[in-house]
């Protein structure tokens, strides 16, 4: 049909280091949509065995290839040599998830250290500050 564009199902999202959790999304269905086995490596982790001997190693061997290289292939240069010693994609996965972590998360966190703040600010009673922290940790646990 001329006037549409073909996009390939199975072209890595591109990484954007301030959209993480988009990204990670992105990424999962793009991972499952190419073999539910290899999202399953990602997920599982892999372990290199000394020798692969069995069919079950070389499939698992053959996932996590797939799914590193996918993963690979949606990061920019300077990311890939931020995780580029990490042996699966499980480390790799991990290891992004750390070093960039979900925006939203953050935000609360500045959100919470913003109330915080004003409530305390001019106050003076460090007392009062740590009252609204145990308060703040207290919530946090019972959610």
Known sequence: MAGYATISTNEAPMFVETKYSIWSMKMKWNLQSVGYDIWNSNVN???????????TQ????????????????????????RVGKCISAKELWDKLKDLYPDEEALKEQEQNDS???????????????ENLHDQKDEYEERN
């Open 45 to 55: 982790g892999y372990v290199p065995p000394n020798k692969v001997k069995s069919t």
């Open 115 to 129: 109330f915080t703040k004003d409530v305390v600010q001019g106050s003076g009673n460090h007392e009062e500050e």
């Open 58 to 81: 070389k499939e698992a061997r053959r996932y996590n290839s797939k799914a590193t290289e996918i993963i690979l292939d949606g990061l920019p240069d300077p990311v890939k040599e």
